[in-house]
C-alpha cells in the first residue's frame, strides 16, 4: 500500500511540473486528471490542495490585469449578474421540485449554477445543514458539467463567430466554477480571458447575500456559518498594487504567468478528483436537474448578450 501511494504521488509530481510547459493547455490538464482517475490513479492528497491552488492562481492572475479595464467589465457585466444570478436561483428551485430532487441538493446545485459551482456549494452547504451525500451529489454535478463546459464552450463560441468580450461574459455566466471560466478564456483568448474572469468573480461576491439570505431564512444557522471569499479580496487589491507601482511590471507578468500556470495544475486536480462510480451515485434527477438547469443558463444567457 506504501509503495502504491508513492508512486502516485510521484507521478502526480511530475504531472504537475508538466504542467507548467507551455504545450499543456487547459483540455490537456483537465483530461490528464480525469484519464488518471478513470484508470484508478489517484492522490489522496489532490482534493486538499485544488481549491488552494486555484485561488493563489486567480490572485497571481490579477498583478496581470489593468484597472480601467477590469472596471470597465465590472460596469458592464453588473447588470446580467445580477439577474442572471436571481432568475438561475429560481429556477433552479422550480426545476428541483419538477425532477422531484431534495431540496438542499436543489439549492445547492442552483447556487453553484448561478454563481462559482464549488466555490459557493462548499459556502453553503453548513449554512443549510446539508448531509455529506447531498453536498457530494451536488459537486459532482458541476463537475461534470464543468468539464464539459471547458471543452465544448470555445467550439461554440468559434463556430457562432462570438466577440472576446462577448465570450467571456457568456462563460462566466454560464459556466459554474472559476477554474473551467478562466480556463475556457484562456483558449478563447486573452481579452476573453480578462472579461470572463473578472465578471466571475464579481460573481462569486453574491455567496454573500445569499448566505445571508439563507442564515435568515433557514433554521439552526448561525453568522458563523457564512464564508467570505477573501481571494477575491486579494485578487482586487493583486490588480489594484498593480496598477498603482507600474515600476515593477516585469515582476508582475512573471506573477501573472505563474497563475496561468498554476491554473493549469488547479485543472488537473479537478480533473483527477471525478469519479465514475461517484458519478453514478448521484443519481439520474440530479443529473438531469443538473444539465436542465445548465442548459436553459447557457441558452439564455447567449440570447441575452446578443440582443
Not at 458592464?76 to 442572471?84: E, R, W, Y
Not at 449554477?113 to 446539508?130: E, R, Y
Not at 459554474?176 to 483558449?187: E, K, L, N, P, R
Not at 472579461?195 to 461576491?205: D, F, H, M, Q, S
Request: aromatic content about 10%.
Amino acid at each position: 500500500m506504501n509503495k502504491k501511494i508513492k508512486k502516485t504521488s510521484w507521478l502526480y509530481t511530475v504531472i504537475i511540473f508538466v504542467c507548467f510547459l507551455p504545450f499543456v493547455s487547459p483540455v490537456i490538464a483537465l483530461g490528464t486528471g480525469i484519464l488518471l482517475s478513470a484508470l484508478g490513479i489517484k492522490s489522496d492528497n489532490a482534493g486538499k490542495y485544488t481549491a488552494k491552488v486555484l485561488q493563489a492562481s486567480i490572485v497571481l492572475m490579477g498583478f496581470g490585469m489593468s484597472l480601467h479595464e477590469v472596471l470597465a467589465a465590472s460596469k458592464s457585466g453588473f447588470l446580467h449578474t445580477a439577474v442572471s444570478v436571481s432568475l438561475v436561483m429560481i429556477c433552479g428551485i422550480l426545476l428541483g421540485r419538477l425532477f422531484k430532487v431534495e431540496k438542499n441538493i436543489s439549492l445547492l446545485i442552483a447556487s453553484g449554477t448561478a454563481i462559482c459551482g464549488g466555490s459557493a456549494i462548499a459556502a453553503l452547504a453548513p449554512i443549510l445543514n446539508s448531509k455529506d451525500y447531498q453536498n457530494s451529489f451536488a459537486l459532482i454535478v458541476v463537475f461534470v458539467l464543468n468539464g464539459l463546459a471547458l471543452l465544448l464552450f470555445p467550439l461554440v463560441g468559434w463556430k457562432l463567430g462570438l466577440s472576446q468580450e462577448t465570450f467571456g461574459n457568456w462563460a462566466a455566466i454560464a459556466i459554474h466554477d472559476t477554474s473551467s471560466v478562466v480556463g475556457a478564456g484562456a483558449v478563447y483568448g486573452e481579452k476573453a480571458l480578462q472579461v470572463a474572469t473578472t465578471v466571475k468573480l464579481i460573481r462569486a461576491l453574491w455567496i454573500i447575500p445569499l448566505s445571508i439570505l439563507l442564515a435568515l431564512l433557514g433554521k439552526n444557522t448561525s453568522r458563523k456559518s457564512i464564508r467570505f471569499p477573501w481571494f477575491i479580496l486579494f485578487f482586487v487589491l493583486a490588480i489594484g498594487f498593480a496598477n498603482l507601482f507600474p515600476a515593477f511590471a516585469t515582476t508582475y507578468s512573471h506573477f501573472s504567468w505563474l497563475g496561468k500556470r498554476g491554473m493549469m495544475v488547479a485543472l488537473f486536480l479537478i480533473g483527477s478528483n471525478i469519479s465514475y462510480r461517484e458519478m453514478k451515485q448521484s443519481g439520474v434527477k440530479s443529473f438531469a436537474l443538473g444539465i436542465s438547469l445548465w442548459v436553459l443558463t447557457s441558452v439564455a444567457s447567449l440570447v441575452m448578450l446578443s440582443l
